[in-house]
């Protein structure tokens, strides 16, 4: 059974050697916390032209991965440092496919796209290579919609509920980054799944140009 190891929750911080603020430094709470459709309530979203909307509105990150940097990095991570805002546990985050859901108790979760790296994430990581370095490492996590609110704690069971349909997974699609051409093949695959509407409408307007 997979569970929700840590709730993290951010407060508009300076971004490391900028004058911009940050909502990316998540940082673990206790008690109940509410989840609405536009994210975890008292969650710091600062630039929502890239974070934020009902297509992200809840960035999962997974024990499996952090158990990987720990040895990739030889240096102990806490939950939230790659700004999540939950942490689960006993899932394999590079299985994770478009449509998969995760249910906690009345909560429900869907998975909507990969984590793309930017540079204030770099920055957040000490580490101008660290985009590239997390990319290359191919995992990148989940971006959720919220199919339906409710209120939960860390600690609590969740329940992973594969996508039934096209199993595009979050893996798959950050190796897609940055490609000028992507195999249509694969994009009508993607348009099965109830995909992030960016990337969705990126990809109609791809393969209408082939004709």
């Given amino acids: 059974m997979a569970i929700i190891a840590s709730i993290n929750i951010g407060q508009p911080e300076p971004i490391p050697g900028k004058s911009a603020k940050t909502g990316i430094f998540k940082r673990p709470i206790d008690g109940e916390v509410a989840i609405t459709r536009d994210g975890l309530v008292g969650d710091a979203i600062l630039n929502r032209k890239h974070h934020g909307g009902k297509d992200q509105a809840v960035y999962l ?8 940097w720990s040895k990739e990095l030889d240096a102990e991570i806490g939950p939230g440092v790659f700004g ?5 546990g006993g899932v394999e985050g590079r299985k994770v496919a478009i449509g998969d859901r995760f249910i906690i108790d009345e909560v429900v979760l869907e998975v ?13 990581m000490g580490d101008p290579r660290f985009a590239k370095r997390f990319h290359q490492a191919g995992r990148p996590g989940a971006y959720c919609r ?22 595009i997974t979050v893996a798959e699609m950050m190796a897609l980054d940055g490609r000028r051409e992507i195999d249509p093949d694969f994009m009508r695959r993607a348009l ?15 393969l209408a140009r082939l004709f």
């Fill in 146 to 167: 919220v199919i339906k609110e409710g209120a939960f704690h860390a600690g609590e069971p969740v329940r992973h509920e594969p996508f039934a349909g096209e199993r």
């Fill in 112 to 124: 909507t796209s990969h984590r793309t790296p930017c540079m204030v994430f770099a920055a957040r």
């Fill in 192 to 206: 099965t799944t109830p995909v992030h509407y960016k990337t969705r409408e990126d990809y109609q307007d791809r």
């Fill in 84 to 88: 999540e805002n939950l942490t689960i």
């Fill in 61 to 68: 990150y997974f024990r499996d991965d952090y158990d990987w």
